[in-house]
T-cell receptor, first 111, second 118 residues
Framework: DAKTTQPPSMDCAEGRAANLPCNHS???????VYWYRQIHSQGPQYIIH???NNETNEMASLIITEDRKSSTLILPHATLRDTAVYYC????????????FGGGTRVLVKP | GAVVSQHPSWVICKSGTSVKIECRSLDFQATTMFWYRQFPKQSLMLMATSNEGSKATYEQGVEKDKFLINHASLTLSTLTVTSAHPEDSSFYICSARPLTELAYNEQFFGPGTRLTVL
């Protein structure tokens, strides 16, 4: 799976949009971009994934650049409960394929 | 959504004893379950991949005789930490991959088990 690079930490204000960048310059054509988050002392939670088109669900939006070398996860209205470590993972979707977690971005939402 | 449980949620044991951690998929069947370990302020590290009815596949550097994995049914996998030592103290997390892949996700994670070895 392609390696990803994320900033180690970032702060954002409650109620504002949080934009989390991820660099995956070596991504291959059949690799998807996945985002998970892990709230302290809990298991990871799936957020969203995409291949090349922008995606939106009830939790977040995923913006993937045209060359697919980077993406941004957008939390439209951050709340204190969004404080977590956010992991960007790129992977091929095949049977039994495992997830490889990098360092992630530690997001602190401040009141 | 699909739910994965782990039991116990936390355990404290003496050095040299063995500890069993259970991972259950509550409302779906899982052909594959994964076991991760996470040390404080670090990321999740995959330990092994467990397939129902067959031997687990361990990641490089993980001792299979120390971390025994059993996946006897489509809803249950167990991880036994044998002869635990303080350096085995960690947060152990399992995930389960549904028998039928869902449209939006492929793995569901349990809440984790915190092991402290004295």
């Amino acid at each position: 799976d392609a390696k990803t690079t994320q900033p180690p930490s970032m702060d954002c204000a409650e109620g504002r949009a949080a934009n989390l960048p991820c660099n995956h310059s070596t991504i291959s054509g059949n690799e998807y971009v996945y985002w998970y988050r892990q709230i302290h002392s809990q298991g990871p939670q799936y957020i969203i994934h995409g291949l090349k088109n922008n995606e939106t669900n009830e939790m977040a939006s995923l913006i993937i650049t045209e060359d697919r070398k980077s993406s941004t996860l957008i939390l439209p209205h951050a709340t204190l409960r969004d404080t977590a470590v956010y992991y960007c993972i790129v992977r091929i979707i095949t049977a039994g394929n495992k997830l490889t977690f990098g360092g992630g971005t530690r997001v602190l939402v401040k009141p | 959504g699909a739910v994965v449980s782990q039991h116990p949620s936390w355990v404290i044991c003496k050095s040299g004893t063995s500890v069993k951690i259970e991972c259950r998929s509550l409302d779906f069947q899982a052909t594959t379950m994964f076991w991760y370990r996470q040390f404080p302020k670090q990321s999740l590290m995959l330990m092994a991949t467990s397939n129902e009815g067959s031997k687990a596949t361990y990641e490089q550097g993980v001792e299979k005789d120390k971390f025994l994995i059993n996946h006897a049914s489509l809803t249950l996998s167990t991880l036994t930490v044998t002869s635990a030592h303080p350096e085995d103290s960690s947060f152990y997390i399992c995930s389960a991959r549904p028998l039928t892949e869902l449209a939006y996700n492929e793995q569901f994670f349990g809440p984790g088990t915190r092991l402290t070895v004295l």
